[in-house]
């Protein structure tokens, strides 16, 4: 029965990374209607990223089941009666394994009743907009995360002649927490100042050593000349973990040995629980910057290594939040453009708890569909992309027509002892070779 019947709804949430898994856990609790109940199991893709315990821990997102899948497990467990199992499936994966999902889901279940399959985005779009996108098309719904985004995704879809009703507008799903009302101790800084600044480090933004260390200089010398201020540095994992970009160069690495002022610390933790008592954000272009000017928490975007694509800080032009660390060692406190945070879908107006209603009438809307859904139909196929499409579906061990290859991994129980040790040196040394090798043999081309 449809999930507005039972008042209950039973959702699949598949994710890559410890940041798409808080995305896509969090979207399938606000999809699901205010009264019901909800069902949430969770998939784990096995890769590079999986999170790890503490990560899952950190995110706190808690599901009914949580378990560690290939692609190829994962498209068998949805093959066993989709209709039964699932009103909503969410891919919380990158742009390549939503594809190479779309594909298999189509293999897998043919015509007849299916979930509704629901993608997106973690954050801000910045870059790879419609190769992204693309790889994105097929799902029932492709979520933008605000106005501005759901015109530039429905733009790419209708200039390539593809299906545009996908796109659907909501908000970041994280977003929330108590309202920033001024300084916690106002009396400590001359007029009002902050007291206490958090920097929100990226694992990839920016990623070289240079940079990355003028950074932590600018923010340790930050701390010095205003003792009277908290200054955190606000860390995204710790050394061998994984999120969703690689981190060749932690934060933690770099501090090694320098002489740290008393009133600077190194943090982790939900990011909400940090925003509670900042007074001041400072970062390059995380998405944590939406999350703070949500709650109206005074949000620097650092221009000291220029405004550029690569950086991501160009989607901050008109927020009226760029600065440089030395205005904000004079006391420059930014002030947000309104009209700029509204387009973003911060909804710092208090239009939040709307943001996900049509999103939520949609799939209604899909799941009551007499017959149900028509098969899964994806922009590229092997007639649209056939120098693309096959080797995005091959890293996923699937062929051309989305089914499973010959002698793809697909287990059908957990893993032994001795796979679990092969697995762990496996990810070890492909994590010393992006933390370790990587950089080295990057520095011996540059000589």
């Known amino acids: 029965m449809p999930a507005s019947a039972t008042k209950s709804l039973r959702v699949a949430v598949l994710a890559d990374s410890d940041t798409r898994w808080k995305w896509g856990a969090l979207t399938a609790q606000r999809l699901a209607p205010t009264d019901a109940e909800v069902r949430l199991d969770g998939y784990l893709l096995r890769g590079r990223a999986t999170p790890t315990a503490r990560q899952l821990r950190e995110v706190g997102v808690r599901a009914d089941s949580l378990r560690e899948v290939t692609g190829v497990e994962f498209l068998r467990a949805m093959s066993e009666g989709p209709d039964d199992r699932y009103d909503v499936l969410v891919l919380a994966l990158v742009g390549g394994g939503v594809q190479a999902m779309l594909h298999g889901l189509r293999s897998a279940w043919g015509p007849g009743r299916r979930p509704v399959v629901v993608t997106g985005y973690v954050g801000v779009v910045y870059e790879k907009l419609a190769d992204g996108l693309l790889l994105r098309h097929g799902a ?9 985004d759901a015109d530039r995704f429905r733009a790419v879809y209708e200039g390539v002649g593809a299906d545009a009703s996908s796109v ?51 923010l340790i010398e930050h701390a010095r000349k205003h003792p009277e201020r908290e200054v955190l540095l606000k860390l995204r994992s710790k050394p061998g973990e994984h999120t969703t970009h690689i981190e060749e160069l932690p934060y933690q690495k770099l501090v090694q040995g320098m002489d740290l002022p008393a009133n600077f610390r190194l943090v982790y933790g939900h990011m909400g629980e940090v925003l509670d008592r900042t007074d001041l954000l400072v970062t390059v272009s995380s998405t944590a910057a939406l999350e703070a000017l949500h709650r109206r928490v005074p949000t620097v975007i ?4 220029g405004v550029r694509e690569v950086l991501g800080n160009h989607h901050f032009t008109g927020s009226g939040c760029l600065a440089s660390w030395d205005q904000l ?15 973003q879908g911060v909804a710092a107006d208090g239009t939040y708890a709307t943001a996900f209603d049509t999103a939520r009438e949609r799939i209604a809307e899909l799941l009551e569909r007499p017959g149900g859904l028509p098969p899964l139909n994806p922009y590229y196929t092997p007639e649209t992309a056939p120098g693309y499409l096959p080797g995005i579906l091959a890293r ?38 992006v933390q370790r090798v990587a950089p080295v043999i990057r520095r011996m081309g540059e000589l």
């Open 140 to 148: 029932d719904l492709v979520l933008a995360n605000s106005r501005h």
């Open 396 to 433: 996923h061990h699937l062929g051309p027509d989305g089914a499973p290859l010959p002698g793809a991994p697909a287990a059908d129980k957990a893993p032994g002892p001795v796979r679990q040790i092969v697995r762990r040196a496996a990810r070890g040394a492909y994590r010393h070779g």
């Open 302 to 305: 650092l221009t000291d290594l």
């Open 329 to 343: 060692d004079a006391g420059h406190r930014p002030v947000p453009d309104e009209e700029w945070v509204a387009r």
């Open 168 to 218: 659907t507008e909501v908000a970041l799903p994280f977003l929330g927490g108590a309202p920033y009302t001024g300084g916690h101790d106002p009396s400590t800084e001359q007029g009002r100042g902050p007291c206490t600044v958090v920097f929100a480090a990226q694992p990839s933004v920016p990623d070289s050593r240079k940079d990355r260390t003028y950074l932590l200089n600018r």
